[in-house]
Protein backbone atom coordinates (compact mmCIF):
# COMPACT_ATOMS: atom_id res chain seq x y z
CA UNK A 1 0.00 0.00 0.00
CA UNK A 2 1.10 3.49 -1.20
CA UNK A 3 2.59 6.07 1.79
CA UNK A 4 -0.39 8.69 1.81
CA UNK A 5 2.62 10.83 1.03
CA UNK A 6 4.12 9.54 -2.44
CA UNK A 7 1.67 12.21 -4.27
CA UNK A 8 3.38 14.80 -2.94
CA UNK A 9 6.82 16.45 -3.82
CA UNK A 10 10.37 15.06 -2.32
CA UNK A 11 10.42 18.46 0.38
CA UNK A 12 6.98 17.68 1.31
CA UNK A 13 7.20 14.41 2.06
CA UNK A 14 10.46 15.00 4.06
CA UNK A 15 8.05 17.36 6.19
CA UNK A 16 5.63 15.37 6.52
CA UNK A 17 7.95 12.27 7.72
CA UNK A 18 9.86 14.59 10.32
CA UNK A 19 6.60 15.34 11.62
CA UNK A 20 5.32 11.84 11.98
CA UNK A 21 8.62 10.72 13.73
CA UNK A 22 8.56 13.97 16.49
CA UNK A 23 4.64 13.20 17.06
CA UNK A 24 5.25 9.18 17.81
CA UNK A 25 8.44 10.56 20.06
CA UNK A 26 6.77 13.11 21.94
CA UNK A 27 3.60 10.14 22.83
CA UNK A 28 6.55 7.66 24.08
CA UNK A 29 7.62 10.61 26.45
CA UNK A 30 4.75 12.12 27.60
CA UNK A 31 3.12 8.86 28.46
CA UNK A 32 3.94 8.56 32.12
CA UNK A 33 2.70 12.01 32.22
CA UNK A 34 -0.45 12.10 30.95
CA UNK A 35 -1.33 9.07 33.69
CA UNK A 36 -0.14 11.47 36.91
CA UNK A 37 -2.48 14.12 35.45
CA UNK A 38 -5.27 10.93 35.28
CA UNK A 39 -4.59 10.54 38.45
CA UNK A 40 -3.99 13.99 39.81
CA UNK A 41 -7.93 14.99 38.44
CA UNK A 42 -9.06 11.40 39.76
CA UNK A 43 -8.01 12.52 43.05
CA UNK A 44 -9.27 16.20 42.89
CA UNK A 45 -12.92 14.55 41.57
CA UNK A 46 -13.08 12.16 44.75
CA UNK A 47 -12.15 14.85 47.17
CA UNK A 48 -14.60 16.96 45.89
CA UNK A 49 -17.09 14.65 46.42
CA UNK A 50 -17.06 13.67 49.55
CA UNK A 51 -17.34 15.92 52.46
CA UNK A 52 -17.91 15.39 56.28
CA UNK A 53 -20.45 17.39 58.75
CA UNK A 54 -19.86 18.56 62.08
CA UNK A 55 -21.54 17.38 65.05
CA UNK A 56 -22.75 20.99 65.40
CA UNK A 57 -23.76 21.49 61.83
CA UNK A 58 -26.36 21.05 59.02
CA UNK A 59 -25.31 21.02 55.31
CA UNK A 60 -27.52 22.86 52.65
CA UNK A 61 -26.97 21.06 49.20
CA UNK A 62 -26.79 23.41 45.99
CA UNK A 63 -26.42 22.01 42.23
CA UNK A 64 -25.95 24.90 40.13
CA UNK A 65 -27.51 27.36 43.02
CA UNK A 66 -30.75 25.40 43.28
CA UNK A 67 -31.88 24.09 46.56
CA UNK A 68 -31.41 20.25 46.78
CA UNK A 69 -31.67 19.28 50.16
CA UNK A 70 -30.65 19.54 53.78
CA UNK A 71 -27.83 17.63 55.27
CA UNK A 72 -27.49 16.36 58.61
CA UNK A 73 -24.12 15.45 60.58
CA UNK A 74 -21.83 13.16 58.86
CA UNK A 75 -20.01 11.75 56.04
CA UNK A 76 -22.13 12.61 52.52
CA UNK A 77 -20.79 12.39 48.84
CA UNK A 78 -21.98 15.06 46.58
CA UNK A 79 -21.20 15.90 42.88
CA UNK A 80 -17.84 17.21 41.91
CA UNK A 81 -17.90 20.43 40.37
CA UNK A 82 -21.93 20.61 40.24
CA UNK A 83 -23.07 20.04 43.95
CA UNK A 84 -21.80 23.24 46.60
CA UNK A 85 -22.40 22.23 50.48
CA UNK A 86 -22.83 25.00 52.34
CA UNK A 87 -22.16 24.75 56.28
CA UNK A 88 -24.60 26.17 58.80
CA UNK A 89 -24.36 25.88 62.95
CA UNK A 90 -27.70 25.03 63.88
CA UNK A 91 -26.30 23.42 66.99
CA UNK A 92 -24.42 26.23 68.20
CA UNK A 93 -26.28 29.39 70.61
CA UNK A 94 -25.68 32.36 68.99
CA UNK A 95 -26.18 35.74 70.85
CA UNK A 96 -26.77 39.82 69.96
CA UNK A 97 -26.00 42.48 72.53
CA UNK A 98 -28.04 45.62 72.80
CA UNK A 99 -26.82 48.47 74.43
CA UNK A 100 -23.16 47.18 74.81
CA UNK A 101 -20.84 44.91 73.08
CA UNK A 102 -18.61 42.41 74.85
CA UNK A 103 -14.92 42.74 73.99
CA UNK A 104 -13.63 39.00 73.51
CA UNK A 105 -10.27 37.78 74.10
CA UNK A 106 -9.65 34.08 72.60
CA UNK A 107 -13.18 32.37 74.57
CA UNK A 108 -12.91 34.89 77.53
CA UNK A 109 -15.07 37.82 77.79
CA UNK A 110 -12.65 40.42 79.48
CA UNK A 111 -15.21 43.27 79.75
CA UNK A 112 -17.42 45.93 77.68
CA UNK A 113 -18.29 49.61 76.85
CA UNK A 114 -21.57 51.19 76.14
CA UNK A 115 -19.56 53.86 74.32
CA UNK A 116 -21.34 55.42 71.32
CA UNK A 117 -24.12 52.65 72.08
CA UNK A 118 -26.47 55.09 74.46
CA UNK A 119 -29.11 55.99 71.65
CA UNK A 120 -29.38 51.76 71.20
CA UNK A 121 -30.37 51.67 75.27
CA UNK A 122 -32.50 54.24 76.08
CA UNK A 123 -36.00 53.54 75.84
CA UNK A 124 -39.16 55.49 77.17
CA UNK A 125 -41.14 54.09 79.64
CA UNK A 126 -44.82 54.07 79.93
CA UNK A 127 -44.64 57.40 82.33
CA UNK A 128 -42.85 58.73 79.93
CA UNK A 129 -39.78 58.64 81.53
CA UNK A 130 -36.11 57.36 80.39
CA UNK A 131 -34.51 54.48 80.79
CA UNK A 132 -31.04 52.72 79.44
CA UNK A 133 -31.35 48.83 78.94
CA UNK A 134 -29.26 46.55 78.05
CA UNK A 135 -29.97 43.08 77.04
CA UNK A 136 -28.81 40.30 75.13
CA UNK A 137 -30.96 37.27 73.01
CA UNK A 138 -29.34 33.94 72.68
CA UNK A 139 -30.77 32.27 69.07
CA UNK A 140 -30.00 29.38 67.57
CA UNK A 141 -30.69 28.74 63.34
CA UNK A 142 -33.59 26.32 63.40
CA UNK A 143 -34.09 25.91 59.81
CA UNK A 144 -30.44 26.40 57.76
CA UNK A 145 -32.51 26.62 54.04
CA UNK A 146 -35.10 29.46 55.31
CA UNK A 147 -31.95 31.38 57.31
CA UNK A 148 -29.77 31.13 53.88
CA UNK A 149 -32.63 31.82 51.58
CA UNK A 150 -35.75 33.60 53.16
CA UNK A 151 -34.24 36.61 53.92
CA UNK A 152 -31.27 38.43 52.81
CA UNK A 153 -29.80 39.99 56.29
CA UNK A 154 -31.43 37.46 59.22
CA UNK A 155 -29.07 39.67 61.81
CA UNK A 156 -30.21 42.81 61.10
CA UNK A 157 -33.70 41.92 60.83
CA UNK A 158 -33.56 39.75 64.11
CA UNK A 159 -31.66 43.09 65.71
CA UNK A 160 -34.43 45.43 64.30
CA UNK A 161 -37.29 43.20 65.80
CA UNK A 162 -35.59 43.21 69.20
CA UNK A 163 -35.40 46.44 69.55
CA UNK A 164 -38.56 46.82 68.39
CA UNK A 165 -40.21 44.63 70.54
CA UNK A 166 -38.12 45.53 73.50
CA UNK A 167 -39.13 49.50 73.50
CA UNK A 168 -42.76 48.19 73.44
CA UNK A 169 -42.53 45.91 76.19
CA UNK A 170 -41.15 48.73 78.20
CA UNK A 171 -43.66 51.57 76.99
CA UNK A 172 -46.34 49.44 78.90
CA UNK A 173 -44.88 49.79 82.19
CA UNK A 174 -43.73 52.13 84.45
CA UNK A 175 -39.96 53.41 85.12
CA UNK A 176 -40.13 51.59 88.90
CA UNK A 177 -41.34 48.71 87.40
CA UNK A 178 -38.30 48.67 84.80
CA UNK A 179 -35.74 49.32 86.94
CA UNK A 180 -36.63 46.83 90.36
CA UNK A 181 -39.17 44.27 90.06
CA UNK A 182 -40.31 43.83 86.53
CA UNK A 183 -37.26 42.97 84.47
CA UNK A 184 -38.00 38.81 84.37
CA UNK A 185 -41.48 39.75 83.25
CA UNK A 186 -40.27 42.26 80.79
CA UNK A 187 -37.70 39.32 79.71
CA UNK A 188 -40.42 36.43 79.16
CA UNK A 189 -42.79 39.03 77.26
CA UNK A 190 -40.20 40.26 75.12
CA UNK A 191 -39.04 36.40 74.04
CA UNK A 192 -42.75 35.49 73.41
CA UNK A 193 -43.39 38.61 71.21
CA UNK A 194 -40.05 38.33 69.45
CA UNK A 195 -40.64 34.60 68.91
CA UNK A 196 -43.94 35.33 67.37
CA UNK A 197 -42.64 37.90 65.13
CA UNK A 198 -39.53 36.28 63.75
CA UNK A 199 -42.12 33.05 63.08
CA UNK A 200 -44.20 35.64 60.82
CA UNK A 201 -41.33 36.38 58.72
CA UNK A 202 -39.84 32.49 58.37
CA UNK A 203 -36.49 33.24 58.42
CA UNK A 204 -35.60 30.15 59.90
CA UNK A 205 -34.50 31.61 64.21
CA UNK A 206 -35.54 30.03 67.79
CA UNK A 207 -35.26 32.57 70.24
CA UNK A 208 -33.41 30.53 73.14
CA UNK A 209 -33.74 33.58 76.03
CA UNK A 210 -33.97 37.05 76.45
CA UNK A 211 -32.20 38.24 79.22
CA UNK A 212 -31.89 42.01 80.78
CA UNK A 213 -28.40 42.72 81.64
CA UNK A 214 -28.27 46.54 82.74
CA UNK A 215 -31.11 48.73 83.91
CA UNK A 216 -30.33 52.21 84.73
CA UNK A 217 -31.77 55.55 84.49
CA UNK A 218 -29.59 57.98 82.31
CA UNK A 219 -26.96 59.66 83.51
CA UNK A 220 -27.95 63.44 84.23
CA UNK A 221 -30.84 61.93 86.51
CA UNK A 222 -29.18 59.20 88.10
CA UNK A 223 -28.00 60.69 91.78
CA UNK A 224 -31.76 61.76 91.71
CA UNK A 225 -33.22 58.74 91.31
CA UNK A 226 -31.05 56.68 93.44
CA UNK A 227 -31.97 59.56 96.36
CA UNK A 228 -35.49 58.17 95.85
CA UNK A 229 -34.57 54.53 95.39
CA UNK A 230 -32.88 55.33 98.91
CA UNK A 231 -36.27 56.65 100.80
CA UNK A 232 -38.26 54.15 98.73
CA UNK A 233 -36.13 51.46 100.88
CA UNK A 234 -35.81 53.48 104.35
CA UNK A 235 -40.04 53.40 103.52
CA UNK A 236 -39.89 49.60 102.85
CA UNK A 237 -37.88 49.27 106.18
CA UNK A 238 -39.87 51.43 108.46
CA UNK A 239 -43.19 49.40 106.98
CA UNK A 240 -41.11 46.05 107.51
CA UNK A 241 -40.26 47.27 110.99
CA UNK A 242 -43.93 48.13 111.94
CA UNK A 243 -45.28 44.54 110.57
CA UNK A 244 -43.32 42.97 112.71
CA UNK A 245 -44.27 44.81 115.80
CA UNK A 246 -47.98 44.04 114.87
CA UNK A 247 -46.74 40.44 114.63
CA UNK A 248 -45.33 40.34 117.92
CA UNK A 249 -47.68 42.84 119.74
CA UNK A 250 -51.30 41.58 118.38
CA UNK A 251 -50.68 37.59 118.47
CA UNK A 252 -49.55 38.15 122.00
CA UNK A 253 -52.32 40.24 123.17
CA UNK A 254 -54.67 37.69 121.48
CA UNK A 255 -53.21 34.93 123.47
CA UNK A 256 -53.62 37.11 126.84
CA UNK A 257 -57.11 37.64 125.87
CA UNK A 258 -58.13 34.33 124.86
CA UNK A 259 -56.49 33.28 128.44
CA UNK A 260 -58.50 36.16 130.42
CA UNK A 261 -61.83 34.35 129.18
CA UNK A 262 -60.74 30.63 129.82
CA UNK A 263 -60.02 32.09 133.23
CA UNK A 264 -63.38 33.60 133.29
CA UNK A 265 -64.97 30.62 131.87
CA UNK A 266 -63.54 28.37 134.91
CA UNK A 267 -64.11 30.71 137.63
CA UNK A 268 -67.71 30.95 136.29
CA UNK A 269 -67.76 26.97 135.83
CA UNK A 270 -65.81 26.55 139.77
CA UNK A 271 -68.57 28.69 141.00
CA UNK A 272 -71.46 27.29 139.85
CA UNK A 273 -70.15 24.36 140.71
CA UNK A 274 -69.30 25.38 144.70
CA UNK A 275 -72.67 27.17 144.73
CA UNK A 276 -74.86 23.99 143.60
CA UNK A 277 -73.00 22.44 145.86
CA UNK A 278 -73.66 24.47 148.79
CA UNK A 279 -77.52 24.26 147.60
CA UNK A 280 -77.29 20.81 147.91
CA UNK A 281 -75.94 21.02 151.31
CA UNK A 282 -78.18 23.10 152.70
CA UNK A 283 -81.04 20.86 151.39
CA UNK A 284 -79.70 17.83 152.72
CA UNK A 285 -78.76 19.94 156.27
CA UNK A 286 -82.80 20.86 155.90
CA UNK A 287 -83.86 17.29 155.40
CA UNK A 288 -81.98 16.30 158.44
CA UNK A 289 -83.55 19.68 160.78
CA UNK A 290 -86.89 18.21 159.53
CA UNK A 291 -86.03 15.42 161.41
CA UNK A 292 -84.34 16.44 164.47
CA UNK A 293 -84.30 19.73 165.06
CA UNK A 294 -82.61 19.98 168.35
CA UNK A 295 -79.51 17.72 167.62
CA UNK A 296 -79.34 19.25 164.38
CA UNK A 297 -79.23 22.91 166.13
CA UNK A 298 -76.47 21.60 168.76
CA UNK A 299 -74.73 19.97 165.70
CA UNK A 300 -74.45 23.17 163.55
CA UNK A 301 -73.95 24.82 166.64
CA UNK A 302 -70.61 22.50 167.39
CA UNK A 303 -69.76 22.48 163.68
CA UNK A 304 -69.62 26.28 163.26
CA UNK A 305 -67.45 27.67 166.66
CA UNK A 306 -64.83 24.63 165.59
CA UNK A 307 -64.65 26.48 162.57
CA UNK A 308 -64.56 29.78 164.22
CA UNK A 309 -61.71 28.54 166.75
CA UNK A 310 -60.18 26.75 164.07
CA UNK A 311 -59.19 30.07 162.27
CA UNK A 312 -57.80 30.86 165.88
CA UNK A 313 -53.81 31.08 167.31
CA UNK A 314 -54.85 31.62 170.52
CA UNK A 315 -58.15 32.17 172.89
CA UNK A 316 -58.33 33.76 175.92
CA UNK A 317 -61.83 33.64 177.99
CA UNK A 318 -62.55 36.33 180.57
CA UNK A 319 -65.15 35.52 183.61
CA UNK A 320 -65.17 38.18 185.96
CA UNK A 321 -65.43 35.09 189.02
CA UNK A 322 -62.15 34.02 187.93
CA UNK A 323 -59.08 35.73 189.49
CA UNK A 324 -56.78 34.63 186.74
CA UNK A 325 -57.16 33.96 182.86
CA UNK A 326 -57.54 30.27 181.44
CA UNK A 327 -55.81 29.41 178.58
CA UNK A 328 -58.34 27.77 176.52
CA UNK A 329 -56.36 26.87 172.92
CA UNK A 330 -52.41 27.73 172.31
CA UNK A 331 -50.49 28.13 169.27
CA UNK A 332 -49.91 24.61 167.23
CA UNK A 333 -46.69 23.40 167.80
CA UNK A 334 -45.36 26.10 169.71
CA UNK A 335 -43.16 25.37 172.64
CA UNK A 336 -43.99 26.49 176.38
CA UNK A 337 -41.92 28.97 177.72
CA UNK A 338 -39.25 28.14 180.38
CA UNK A 339 -41.10 28.15 183.72
CA UNK A 340 -44.67 27.90 181.70
CA UNK A 341 -47.16 25.05 182.62
CA UNK A 342 -47.17 23.09 179.05
Known amino acids: MPEPWEDLSEGSRNLLQSLSEKFQDGIRFQGPFLWAIII ?10 VYTVEPS ?38 QEEFGFRSAIRGERVDDYTNEALREESLT ?38 SQSVMRRVVGDRTVNEVLTTGRVEIADEAHRLTQEVLDRYDIGLRIVTVKLQNVNPPEPVKPAFNEVNAAKQEQEQAINQAEREYNKVIPEARGKAEQAIRDAQGYATAAVNRAEGDAARFRSMLAAYRTAPAVTRTRLYLETMEELYGRFKALTIVDKGVQGLLPVFSQKGRQPASGEAP
Open 57 to 94: EEAVILRFGRYISTEPPGLHFKLPFMDEAIKVKTKVIL
Open 124 to 161: LTGDLNVGAVEWIVQYQISDPKKFLFNTREVLKNLRDV
Open 40 to 49: VAGAIVLFSS
